[in-house]
Every structure is written in C-alpha cells, then in structure tokens.
C-alpha cells in the first residue's frame, strides 16, 4: 500500500519560512513526478509545484520566486521550502505523485495517483 506523509506544517508570521516534507514508502516512486498542492478554506485544491524523477521543476505563478521543490530519491521524500510567506498561503498542503503526467497535465489533480492526508501551514499578518 503506498503512503505519503506530510510533516513540516505550522504557525508562522509573514514573511517567514517553513520546510515541508512528504515521506513516501509502499512502492518505488522513483519515476514519478511529486507535486505539491493546496487548499484554502472554502477553495478548490490547486497546484503548488511539481518535480520529475530527474529533478525537473514546475511552479505555480502565485509561489515562483518564494518556493523550492526539491526530491531526495535515496530517501524517497520530497521538500517544499517556502519562503516570505503570505498570509494567503494559508492552506493544507498536500503532496502527491503520478505515474504519467506531463508539464502539460502536471497541474491536474486527477493526473495524480497517490495522495497524502495534508499538513496544515497558517500565514499570520
């Protein structure tokens, strides 16, 4: 059975920084793309950023410039660093991997295969 686990997620003022992390075990992900995504509070999940197995990147306009993906593949995690921090960061974030998924599809929620269970990161102004 594969798992994703969340961990990294908190209170944190404006402009501060969190790392997240995502654990993965149950199956090899090593050529897989993990992403990252969010959800606000009576909004839809949307895309954060996204990493192949070769540690190609994809962003999200709203966090480009501000967050880092990064993938351990020895380790079989996956890193979100987010830097200066908005309040309308405020969300669950939740990681992901997918089997087959292009930089055309790699905002897609369906795209995706395997979903962790969220960890909460709350921006105070």
């Known amino acids: 059975q594969a798992q994703l686990i969340e961990s990294g997620g908190g209170l944190v003022q404006a402009g501060g920084s969190l790392r997240l992390s995502c654990a993965v075990s149950?199956?090899?992900?090593?050529?897989?793309?993990l992403g990252w995504f969010r959800q606000a509070p009576v909004k839809e999940r949307e895309f954060v950023a996204a990493?192949?197995?070769?540690?190609?990147?994809y962003y999200a306009d709203s966090v480009k410039g501000r967050f880092t993906i990064s993938r351990d593949n020895a380790e079989s995690t996956v890193y979100l660093q987010m830097n200066s921090l908005k309040p309308e960061d405020t969300a669950v974030y939740y990681c992901?991997?997918?089997?087959?998924?292009?930089?055309?599809?790699?905002?897609?929620?369906?795209?995706?295969?395997?979903w962790g269970q969220g960890t909460q990161v709350t921006v105070s102004s």
């Open positions: 992901a991997a997918a089997a087959k998924v292009t930089w055309v599809t790699v905002k897609i929620l369906r795209q995706y295969d395997y």
């Open positions: 990493i192949s197995w070769s540690g190609g990147q």
């Open positions: 149950g199956r090899t992900f090593g050529n897989y793309v």
